[in-house]
T-cell receptor, first 117, second 112 residues
Framework: GAVVSQHPSRVICKSGTSVKIECRSL??????MFWYRQFPKKSLMLMAT?????????EQGVEKDKFLINHASLTLSTLTVTSAHPEDSSFYIC?????????????FGPGTRLTVL | EDKVVQSPLSLVVHEGDTVTLNCSYE??????LLWYKQEKKAPTFLFML????IEKKSGRLSSILDKKELFSILNITATQTGDSAVYLC????????????FGQGTRLTINP
C-alpha cells in the first residue's frame, strides 16, 4: 500500500514552454500533498504544500505564479512549471500523507526529472 | 528558523562494517523525526520517531531519538553493498501543515 506515482518520469522541454507534472496517490486518499525540488547531491527543498480544494501554500522564495499547483481531488495534485527556464531544470518530487492514517509519514513519488533547454 | 543537520555528509566503509549516522535538529514545537533512504529516485520511508529513548528496529537498521539533546542516530549493522544510498533525516514541527524540514543527507557508500 501507500503508493504514489508521478508522471512523466522525465521531460525535456524548450525555454518558454509550460510543463505539467502529475502526482497521484494510487491506493489511498490524501488531503495534503507536498512538492519538493532537489538539485544534484543536495537535499529536498520544500516548494509548496498542496491541499485538496484550497489554494496551495508556498514556501518563501517560491514564485506561485511560476509554479502553479492544483489539487483537484483527494488522489491528484499537479505542478505546472510555466515559462520554463534552464534554471528550472531539476528533480521534482511529490509526497502525500495518508488521510485515514493521521500520522506524519510522507510517502514519496518516484520523481520527475525536468530538463529545460 | 527550523534547522536539521546531518553528519557525516559522506561515509565510505567496507561491507560488513557497522555505521552510525547522526542527525541533530533545532525545531520549534518538535513533533516527530523521520529517516528516509534515497537511492536513485525518491526517498523511501525507514522510521518515524516521536518518543525519546525508544529504539525502532527493522532488520539490520535501528534508530533512536534523544529529545533532550535534540538528536537522532541511525545504525546499520553488517552493512551490505545494497545499503549504499543517501540517508535523509527530516523533522516535523507542530505548526502549520505537515511539512518536513530535511537535513542535507549522508551519502553512504559500502565497498565490497
Amino acid at each position: 500500500g501507500a503508493v504514489v506515482s508521478q508522471h512523466p518520469s522525465r521531460v525535456i522541454c524548450k525555454s518558454g514552454t509550460s510543463v505539467k507534472i502529475e502526482c497521484r496517490s494510487l491506493d489511498f486518499q490524501a488531503t495534503t500533498m507536498f512538492w519538493y525540488r532537489q538539485f544534484p547531491k543536495k537535499s529536498l527543498m520544500l516548494m509548496a504544500t498542496s491541499n485538496e480544494g484550497s489554494k496551495a501554500t508556498y514556501e518563501q522564495g517560491v514564485e506561485k505564479d511560476k509554479f502553479l499547483i492544483n489539487h483537484a481531488s483527494l488522489t491528484l495534485s499537479t505542478l505546472t512549471v510555466t515559462s520554463a527556464h534552464p534554471e528550472d531544470s531539476s528533480f521534482y518530487i511529490c509526497s502525500a500523507v495518508i488521510l485515514a492514517e493521521g500520522t506524519d509519514t510522507q510517502y514519496f513519488g518516484p520523481g520527475t526529472r525536468l530538463t529545460v533547454l | 528558523e527550523d534547522k536539521v543537520v546531518q553528519s557525516p555528509l559522506s561515509l565510505v566503509v567496507h561491507e560488513g562494517d557497522t555505521v552510525t549516522l547522526n542527525c541533530s535538529y533545532e525545531v520549534t514545537n518538535f513533533r516527530s523525526l523521520l529517516w528516509y533512504k534515497q537511492e536513485k529516485k525518491a526517498p523511501t520511508f525507514l522510521f518515524m520517531l516521536t518518543s525519546s529513548g525508544i529504539e525502532k528496529k527493522s532488520g539490520r537498521l535501528s534508530s533512536i531519538l534523544d529529545k533532550k539533546e535534540l538528536f537522532s542516530i541511525l545504525n546499520i549493522t553488517a552493512t551490505q553493498t545494497g545499503d549504499s544510498a543517501v540517508y535523509l533525516c527530516a523533522v516535523k514541527a507542530v505548526q502549520g501543515a505537515q511539512k518536513l524540514v530535511f537535513g542535507q543527507g549522508t551519502r553512504l557508500t559500502i565497498n565490497p
